[in-house]
T-cell receptor, first 114, second 113 residues
Framework: DQQVKQNSPSLSVQEGRISILNCDYTNSMFDYFLWYKKYPAEGPTFLISISSIKDKNEDGRFTVFLNKSAKHLSLHIVPSQPGDSAVYFC?????????????FGKGTKLSVKP | DAGVIQSPRHEVTEMGQEVTLRCKPISGHNSLFWYRQTMMRGLELLIYFNNNVPIDDSGMPEDRFSAKMPNASFSTLKIQPSEPRDSAVYFCASQLGSNQPQHFGDGTRLSIL
């Protein structure tokens, strides 16, 4: 039973447009969420995070939105660049529980076309 | 700054053999994690250490898997005996503190024939 779901395995976007990657979760005890980016043959790289006490966190071209009532978060990349082409993983953690246990979604492969 | 270093990057071996994967965390990080990535199950946590002590090994699939962290700068994940279903990419990650993100190595791609 997946606690963190990324329902779109792939997404294709034109350079300069907005990329929106979505993530749903089922565990209401999650209170810290992260996005990682992964290039082929490399490990995941931390991108941006958000605590459940916030509904938005922004870092340059990347913004993460959290809707706790819907148990949904999204990552917006604007403007999208070809170098953003990678697999994006959503992850969630229960701060009060086993602090090391990040639960990952299965990822969404983003392709940004020039 | 050096990131998390894993070795080997690739390992191909025959079933029944012992496999040892190695990880050097980022200096100063006090938590270390071992993950396995497969197409079917995605990224799964196998075990994690805090200050060299195993905290949660509930993700270790069976007794054939074992992990050690003899000091703050080194950890191993062993599979003995290995089986074809163990074929996956194994990642190590380290973390400075519980409110900090985990930093991943580039993984070991393991193929058991």
């Amino acid at each position: 039973d997946q606690q963190v779901k990324q329902n779109s395995p792939s997404l294709s976007v034109q350079e300069g447009r907005i990329s929106i990657l979505n993530c749903d979760y089922t565990n209401s005890m999650f209170d810290y969420f992260l996005w990682y980016k992964k290039y082929p043959a490399e490990g995941p790289t931390f991108l941006i995070s958000i605590s459940s006490i916030k509904d938005k966190n922004e870092d340059g071209r990347f913004t993460v939105f959290l809707n706790k009532s819907a148990k949904h978060l999204s990552l917006h990349i604007v403007p999208s660049q070809p170098g953003d082409s990678a697999v994006y993983f959503c992850a969630a953690r229960t701060l009060g529980g086993s602090q090391g246990n990040l639960i990952f979604g299965k990822g969404t492969k983003l392709s940004v076309k020039p | 700054d050096a990131g998390v270093i894993q070795s080997p990057r690739h390992e191909v071996t025959e079933m029944g053999q012992e496999v040892t994967l190695r990880c050097k965390p980022i200096s100063g990080h006090n938590s270390l994690f071992w993950y396995r990535q497969t197409m079917m199950r995605g990224l799964e946590l196998l075990i994690y250490f805090n200050n060299n002590v195993p905290i949660d090994d509930s993700g270790m699939p069976e007794d054939r898997f074992s992990a050690k962290m003899p000091n703050a700068s080194f950890s191993t994940l062993k599979i003995q005996p290995s089986e074809p279903r163990d074929s996956a990419v194994y990642f190590c990650a380290s973390q400075l503190g519980s409110n900090q993100p985990q930093h991943f190595g580039d993984g070991t791609r393991l193929s058991i024939l």
